[in-house]
Structures are given as structure tokens and as C-alpha cells.
């Protein structure tokens, strides 16, 4: 069976794929992993499924499933398929390790990636698999570990090209040093290393980072005069960003015009971009326009674009025109997305329809799609500003024990956790305060000063005492201010 598999996966290519019959092609990998939406639970049901069956497939089918689970944010999935692949004999070029690497980092933290890659050997530690780890150090924002890492592949002389230069510049601009970006584009210039568009990418918006407009438009004349390399219409919806960011509308336009012209290969992004970047200029007949020529350009419209496109509607205030997109998507869909009825139920509570959010939210359960962790970050928003703490905790406790869909906990903002804390001050509510904590505590691993702190006005205003605050204080090793420490002498007396 073992040697079966290797052969079926050794011999067979993307093109001897391609010649199949059309009834193997419906059959392939990845269109069973996604059959049921980009769901995890259901695309994990599908792969346990494949996995227990022991089929074969082709290498180009592995490898196009994992491309198309990372693009859906699937890493769990994505890591599981590479690993079974492998245990079952399938070769994995540099190019698999590299992706294989950026998996765990994903799915299980830099630490694992990092053991990962010692454990490699010496011979398969090209460029590719150096730029992956870098670009994991770049992602979690390690800026010493992604610079000695940067110099260690210098010592090596391996062949550096724009990849680890994008990482690390993208890497400067997150953490408020885009001044860096330039002498690492002239480092490049100097080691006549060739940008590509993403690195021109990431130079607009370092200048965009330090307000230099101007400094942005000569990015963009450089690279036209340049030649080597020809924009795309990434370049374009970057610069029209950049100028949206600025309120430069007019020259919004003009690059979402260029940008349109750049998608000659009708790129499904590109489409999306134009609508949401013509939606932040209110221009609403590009909005319908470019959405008309999505919907020729593909013979299914996805779940995604939906979104997109009700999200830009309801951004326009055209609450008529985002539910009549919304029927549309409801009634052609076998499945049922939460995320396209979320922005629908946003866009009710911020219009104060409080009775038709709760009626879509229960239509979409009877439909299949249970409220997820944004659904009650949504009611939640609403019944705080409404005042309703109560239904407003409610939502809390249902976000928290549902979870994000890639499995991690779901943590309220530190802004909703603040007001809640000062409304139980103002109410001098010691009870629905400590009750409050308890439930936080199922989603942090540790409580920070300003809870403690508030938590001592709250008792202190309340006129409450707590012997055992002493303690508690100590167990979550919280350093109080002065005045923190003067309210905790007051609450611990006896």
C-alpha cells in the first residue's frame, strides 16, 4: 500500500492530472476539503475523512490544498495534511520544508518552528528555509532575533534576495521605525539586489508612516523609470490606500482607475480592494459598477466577496442596497456563513434596530450558523452604549466560551474591560464587580493594575473590607501605586 501511495504520488504531475477525466477532477483533494465552506470544523471533519480513508493523491494536489488552506488562515488543517503527506512517503522540496516551518510557527509558536529547524539537516538549509524563520521572527515582532538571523545568512553567503529585506523592512514599519526602511532599500541598491513590487510596496508605506506623500509619489516614478520592474495592481491599490488614508480623494480614484487596468488577470482581491477603497471615497456607482464586473468575471461569486461587498454597502449607509445583496447571498448559499450575517447585524444595532439584529441572528442559527465570538462582541458594543450591563456581561460570557474559530480564547477588549470596571465603581457594586473578574479570568491568565486598582476603589467606595486582598494582591504579583497601596491598608483592615 505504502509503495503504491510513493508511486501514485511520485509519477503522476500537475499535467497528467490535468488530462484526467473530468469526474477525478471534481473528485480532487482540495475541492473535497472545501466542499463545505472554508469553515475549520467542517474543512477538519473532511480532512479526518480523506486521512482515514488512506486514498492517495497527487503531490500537486497536497500542495494546492495547502495553498489554498493558507489563504484561508486553515493553518491547523494546512499543518496536518503536510505532516500526513509526509509520514506516508511524499518528498518535500525546500520550497515544502520552508511552508511546512511557517505552519508550526503558526499553529504551535515560533519555539516549535525554531526546534523544527535545528532539526533539519545542514544540506537543506538554503535560503528558502532561512527567509521562512526570518519571516516568522519579523511576524512576532523578535526584531534581535530576525537581525542576527538577517546577519547570519550574510555570514553564510546564501543567495539574498528582496524576500528578507521585505520581512525585515515590513518589520521596521510595524514597530515605528520606518526611517530604517530607507537605508535597507539602499543596502539593497548597493548589493544590486533587485526590489520586487512588494518592496516598493513596503517603501510607500514607511514614507506614508514618516507623512511623506510626496516621498511616496517618487517611489512611484522611480519604479516606472526604473523598468525592471512593472507594477502590478497591488501597487496601485497601495498607493490608493496611502492617498484614502490622507483624504486625497480625487487621487484615489485616479489610482483605482490604474489599478483597474493592472487586473488584466482578474484578480478576485483586486475587485474587492476596488469596492472597499471606492466605498471610502463615497463613491457608490463605482461600488455597484465593480461589482457587476465581478460577478461576470466568475462563474460563482464567493462567500468572501459577499462580504465585501455588504461591508462596503453598509459602510455607504445603503442599509437597502446591503440587504438586498444579503438576500441574494442567502438565498443561492447550500451553507450558511455567520461572518456575512454579522455585518448585517452590526449595521441593525448601529441603526437601533435591536428586534431585526436578534431575528437575523436566530435565522442563521435555524439555518446552521450559530452566533460566533464577533456576533457577541457586536450585541456587546450595542448594550453598553445602551447602558445594559447585564445582557452586556451576558455577551461576554457566550464570546468567551465560544472561542475564535482558529481555537485560541477569545480576550475582551481592555477598553470594554475598563468600562465595566469603572461602572462598578460608579455603583459601588463590589459583588458584580468580583463576579465580573471570575468571568474574565476564564480568558486571561492574568489580571493587570488598572483591574486591581479599580477593583480597590470599588471596595473602598462601597465601604467594603477584604482581609484576604493582602493575598490575592500578592498572588497575581501586582506592583500597586501609592495610592493603590494606601487604599489596600484601608480595605485589609480587619
Known amino acids: 500500500m505504502a509503495s503504491t501511495f510513493m508511486q501514485q504520488f511520485t509519477r503522476k504531475t500537475k499535467d497528467v492530472a490535468k488530462r484526467s477525466t473530468k469526474r477525478y477532477v471534481e473528485e480532487a483533494l482540495y475541492r473535497n476539503l472545501l466542499k463545505e465552506g472554508s469553515e475549520e470544523e467542517s474543512v477538519r471533519q473532511q480532512l479526518n475523512q480523506f486521512l482515514k480513508s488512506h486514498k ?169 523609470r526604473d523598468g525592471r520592474v512593472s507594477s502590478d495592481w497591488t501597487t496601485y491599490s497601495n498607493l490608493a490606500s496611502i492617498y484614502a488614508d490622507a483624504g486625497l480623494f480625487d487621487k484615489t480614484e485616479k489610482a483605482l482607475v490604474e489599478l483597474e487596468k493592472k487586473n488584466d488577470r482578474r484578480d478576485l482581491s483586486a475587485y474587492q480592494y476596488l469596492i472597499t477603497l471606492y466605498a471610502r471615497t463615497g463613491n457608490i456607482r463605482e461600488v455597484y459598477r465593480v461589482w457587476r464586473s465581478l460577478r461576470l468575471a466568475f462563474r460563482k461569486t464567493a462567500n468572501i466577496s459577499y462580504l465585501n461587498m455588504i461591508q462596503a454597502l453598509v459602510n455607504l449607509n445603503d442599509l437597502p442596497g446591503a440587504e438586498k445583496c444579503f438576500r441574494e447571498w442567502e438565498s443561492g448559499q447550500p451553507t450558511y456563513d455567520i461572518r456575512i450575517a454579522n455585518v448585517l447585524i452590526g449595521a441593525y444595532l448601529k441603526n437601533g434596530s435591536l428586534e431585526k439584529a436578534e431575528e437575523l441572528k ?113 498572588m497575581e504579583n501586582v506592583e500597586l501605586s501609592e495610592e493603590g497601596k494606601k487604599l489596600l491598608e484601608v480595605i485589609c483592615v480587619e
Request: hydrophobic share 40%.
Open 56 to 224: 492517495s493523491a497527487f503531490k500537486w494536489e497536497v500542495d494546492h490544498s495547502i495553498k489554498l488552506l493558507r489563504q484561508r488562515h486553515l493553518y491547523g488543517p494546512a499543518l496536518k495534511l503536510s505532516e500526513t503527506m509526509k509520514k506516508r512517503g511524499m518528498n518535500k522540496t525546500t520550497s515544502d520544508e520552508a511552508i511546512h516551518l511557517d505552519l508550526i510557527a503558526k499553529t504551535r509558536g515560533i519555539a516549535s518552528a525554531e526546534t523544527y529547524f535545528v532539526t533539519l539537516p545542514d544540506t537543506s538549509k538554503n535560503h528558502l528555509i532561512y527567509c521562512a524563520l526570518l519571516n516568522c521572527y519579523c511576524k512576532a515582532l523578535m526584531v534581535r532575533k530576525a537581525e542576527a538571523l538577517m546577519e547570519k545568512m550574510k555570514e553564510l553567503n546564501l543567495e539574498l534576495t528582496a524576500m528578507p529585506y521585505n520581512s525585515l523592512m515590513t518589520l521596521y514599519t510595524k514597530i515605528g521605525q520606518p526611517e530604517k526602511v530607507s537605508s535597507m532599500i539602499q543596502e539593497m541598491k548597493d548589493s544590486n539586489i533587485m526590489p520586487d513590487s512588494f518592496t516598493y510596496n513596503v517603501w510607500m508605506r514607511a514614507l506614508t508612516a514618516a507623512n511623506d506623500i510626496n516621498g511616496v509619489e517618487r517611489v512611484i516614478d522611480e519604479m516606472k
Open 362 to 474: 436566530e435565522r442563521a442559527r435555524r439555518c446552521g450558523a450559530k452566533a460566533n465570538a464577533k456576533t457577541w462582541e457586536i450585541f456587546l458594543h450595542h448594550y453598553l452604549q445602551s447602558g445594559d450591563i447585564k445582557l452586556a456581561l451576558e455577551c461576554i460570557q457566550n464570546a468567551i466560551s465560544i472561542g475564535r474559530g482558529d481555537g485560541s480564547k477569545w480576550v475582551p477588549p481592555s477598553a470594554v474591560v475598563t468600562e465595566f470596571m469603572e461602572h462598578f465603581e460608579q455603583t459601588k457594586d463590589v459583588d458584580g464587580a468580583e463576579g465580573f473578574l471570575e468571568v474574565l479570568k476564564q480568558s486571561v491568565e492574568a489580571l493587570d493594575l488598572n483591574v486591581f486598582e479599580t477593583l480597590l476603589r470599588t471596595y473602598a467606595a462601597a465601604g467594603r473590607t477584604s482581609p484576604a486582598m493582602r493575598y490575592r494582591i500578592k
